[in-house]
C-alpha cells in the first residue's frame, strides 16, 4: 500500500491532569474512509482536536502528508488540506449561512472560485441557498449539518474528520448527510475520517474502522469484519 | 429654545467623541472578554502625539500654507502611532495571560494603564499642554446658536471613522473574521482563522479609534493633560456598558446618550455635577439592566 496521509504515532493528550489520549495510533490511506467509534467520553473528540492541534500531543507524533503537524499552529492545517466538522457543527450563530461559507475560504485568495464553490455549496444543498442570508445560529440542526460540512468543504480539503455528524437528527437527514459524505469520498476522493456513536451507520460508511476505549485503540479492523465481531456487536450495536 | 438647540450641537460633538473611545472598549471585551482599562491612555496618548504633532507643523508655518494636510497627517500618523502602541500592550500584558484566570488580565490592565500614565507625566510633564490656538476659529452663527468650525470638522471626522468601522467590520472578510473569532474561537482555527492576529487587529483599531477622539479633545478644549485619559476613559467605558458591552451598535448609541446627558446635565442641572451623570448612568443600566440598551445576555457577547 502507499504511505498513509495521516498517521497518528502513540498520541498522548489531555485537558490539564486529564489523560483522554493514552497513546493512540492509527493511520489513514488517501482516498479511505475510515471510521472510529466508541462508548461516550473514550476519547474520540479529543483524537479529532489532537489532530487537528487545538489540544496538544504531549507525547506521540500527529503525522499528515509526511509531515509531523503537532507543532504547528491549530489555524496552519486548513491551509494544508487537514479540515475537521466539529462535534455540535459549532457554525458561528450570528454570521449569515453565507458568512460561514465565506469564511470556511478565510485563507483562500482566489475570489472568483471563492463564489463558484459557494454556488456548488448551495447546489449540493438547496437549502442552505433559500437561507442565504439567515444567521447560522437560527437554522435547524440538519441544516447547521449542512452548513458545517458546507463550510469545511470551502477549505478544500483532503482530509475531512467528521465528529459525530449524524448526531441529534433525523433518520432521513442522517441518510442524507451520509449520501453526501460517500459523494464527497467518491468525486472529489477527499479521504474521512469518521467519528460515530452509531457504530453500524458508521461501520457502514466505512471501509475500516478503530474501537476506541478510555483513552486507547482496542481493536482495528475492516468494516464488515467489525460489524460480524460478536463483541462489537454487543458493545455498540445494542445486541 | 436656541440654549437648548446650542446643547444639542455640544452633545453631539461630545458624544461622537465618547463613541469613538467606547467602541475599543467594547470590541476588544468583544473578542477576549477583557475590560481594557488601559484603554483611556491611548485615548491620552492620542492627544499627546497630535499635539506634538501640530505644534511642530505649526511651528513651520504650515498650518497657515496647508491646514488640512497637516491636520489629516496628524490624525493618521497619530492614529497609527496608538494601533501600534495598543498592539505592543497586547503582546507584553495581555497575550501571555490569555489561557489565565480572566482576573489576572484584568490586573495586568490596570497595570498597563499605571504605566502609560506615569509614562505620559514623566516624559510630557504634569502640566496642561496647549494645542495650537488658531486652528478652526469661527463658525457659522444662527441668533444665538454657533456651530463653530471645529465642532464641524469633529462631527464629519466622527462620522466618517464610525461609517468605515461598520463597513470594515460588518462587510470585509477581516470584519466577518473578526466576527467569527468572537463567537467561537476553536472554530475560528478550525477555518483558518489565526484568533491572535484578529485580536491584534482588533486592539490597533479600538486604540486608532481612541487616538482620534484624543486629538478632537485637544482640539475641542484647547489643551492636554497627562491625566486626561481617566475621566473620559470611564465615561466611554459607561457608554460601552449602556450600549450593551461587547456590542459595536450599542457603543455608537451609548457614547451619544452619554455625551447629551452630560451636556444637557450640565446645562440644565448643574456644570459642577457634569461628571456625575455619567457614573449614574452607569450605576442605573448594571442596576436595571446589566446587559445594556443592544445587549441579548451577559454570555452572549458580539462584535
Ligand atoms: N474540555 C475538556 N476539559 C476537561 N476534560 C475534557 C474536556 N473535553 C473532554 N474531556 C474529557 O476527556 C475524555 C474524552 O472526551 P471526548 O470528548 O474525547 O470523548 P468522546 O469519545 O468524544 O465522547 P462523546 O461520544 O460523548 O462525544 C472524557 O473523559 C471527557 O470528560
Ligand atoms: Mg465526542
Known amino acids: 500500500m502507499t504511505d498513509p496521509i495521516l498517521e497518528l504515532k502513540d498520541v498522548h493528550s489531555g485537558y490539564g491532569s486529564i489523560k483522554a489520549l493514552k497513546g493512540i495510533s492509527l493511520r489513514v490511506y488517501p482516498g479511505e474512509v475510515v471510521a472510529i467509534i466508541g462508548a461516550n467520553g473514550a476519547g474520540k473528540s479529543t483524537t479529532l482536536m489532537t489532530i487537528c492541534g487545538i489540544v496538544k500531543a504531549e507525547r506521540g507524533q500527529v503525522i499528515y502528508k509526511g509531515q509531523v503537524i503537532n507543532t504547528l499552529l491549530p489555524e496552519k492545517l486548513p491551509t494544508l488540506g487537514l479540515c475537521q466538522v466539529p462535534e455540535g457543527r459549532r457554525i458561528f450563530p450570528r454570521l449569515t449561512v453565507m458568512e460561514n461559507l465565506r469564511l470556511g475560504a478565510f485563507y483562500r485568495k482566489d475570489t472568483d472560485e471563492i463564489l463558484k464553490d459557494i454556488q456548488k455549496a448551495y447546489e449540493m444543498f438547496p437549502i442552505l441557498g433559500e437561507r442565504k442570508n439567515q444567521e447560522g445560529g437560527t437554522l435547524s440542526g440538519g441544516e447547521q449539518q449542512m452548513l458545517a460540512i458546507a463550510r469545511a468543504l470551502m477549505t478544500k480539503p483532503k482530509v475531512l474528520l467528521l465528529d459525530e455528524p449524524s448526531l441529534g437528527l433525523a433518520p432521513i437527514i442522517v441518510q442524507q448527510i451520509f449520501n453526501i459524505i460517500d459523494r464527497i469520498n467518491k468525486e472529489d476522493g477527499t479521504t474521512i475520517l469518521l467519528v460515530e456513536q452509531n457504530a453500524n451507520l458508521a461501520l457502514q460508511a466505512a471501509t475500516r474502522g478503530y474501537v476506541v476505549e478510555t483513552g486507547q485503540i482496542t481493536l482495528e479492523d475492516d468494516s464488515t469484519s467489525l460489524l460480524a465481531n460478536p463483541k462489537i456487536r454487543a458493545a455498540y450495536l445494542g445486541e | ?303
Not at chain 2, 40 to 55: D, Q, R, T, W
Not at chain 2, 124 to 132: A, E, L, M, R
Not at chain 2, 259 to 285: N, T, W
Request: glycine content about 14%; overall charge neutral; proline content about 2%.
Open chain 2, 1 to 303: 429654545m436656541d440654549y437648548f438647540i446650542q446643547q444639542l450641537i455640544n452633545g453631539i460633538t461630545l458624544g461622537g467623541i465618547y463613541a469613538l473611545i467606547a467602541l475599543g472598549y467594547t470590541m476588544v471585551y468583544g473578542v477576549i472578554q477583557l475590560i481594557n482599562f488601559a484603554h483611556g491612555e491611548f485615548f491620552a496618548a492620542g492627544g499627546y502625539v497630535g499635539v506634538i504633532l501640530l505644534s511642530y507643523f505649526a511651528g513651520r508655518g504650515l498650518m497657515e500654507t496647508h491646514p488640512w494636510i497637516c491636520l489629516g497627517m496628524s490624525f493618521m500618523l497619530t492614529m497609527g502611532y496608538c494601533a501600534f502602541l495598543a498592539m505592543g500592550v497586547e503582546k507584553v500584558a495581555y497575550l501571555p495571560l490569555r489561557n489565565q484566570s480572566r482576573l489576572a488580565a484584568l490586573l495586568s490592565a490596570l497595570g498597563v494603564s499605571i504605566f502609560l500614565s506615569n509614562a505620559l507625566m514623566l516624559t510630557q510633564g504634569v502640566f496642561d499642554k496647549p494645542y495650537p490656538g488658531e486652528l478652526f476659529n469661527g463658525g457659522w452663527e444662527f441668533g444665538l446658536v454657533t456651530i463653530s468650525y471645529l465642532q464641524v470638522m469633529i462631527v464629519t471626522m466622527t462620522i466618517v471613522l464610525l461609517v468605515s468601522l461598520n463597513i470594515l467590520v460588518f462587510k470585509t472578510k477581516m470584519g466577518m473574521a473578526m466576527r467569527a473569532t468572537a463567537q467561537d474561537k476553536t472554530m475560528s482555527a478550525l477555518v483558518a482563522i489565526g484568533s491572535n492576529r484578529i485580536i491584534s487587529l482588533t486592539f490597533a483599531i479600538g486604540a486608532g479609534l481612541a487616538a482620534a477622539a484624543g486629538i478632537m479633545v485637544g482640539l475641542y478644549y484647547g489643551s492636554v493633560r497627562y491625566d486626561m485619559g481617566f475621566v473620559p476613559g470611564i465615561k466611554a467605558f459607561s457608554a460601552a456598558v449602556l450600549g450593551g458591552i461587547g456590542n459595536i451598535t450599542g457603543a455608537m448609541l451609548g457614547g451619544l446618550i452619554i455625551g447629551m446627558v452630560e451636556i444637557f446635565g450640565a446645562g440644565y442641572i448643574s456644570g459642577q455635577y457634569k461628571d456625575v451623570f455619567a457614573f449614574i448612568i452607569l450605576i442605573a443600566v448594571l442596576y436595571f439592566k446589566p446587559t445594556g440598551i443592544m445587549g441579548v445576555n451577559v454570555d452572549d457577547t458580539r462584535v
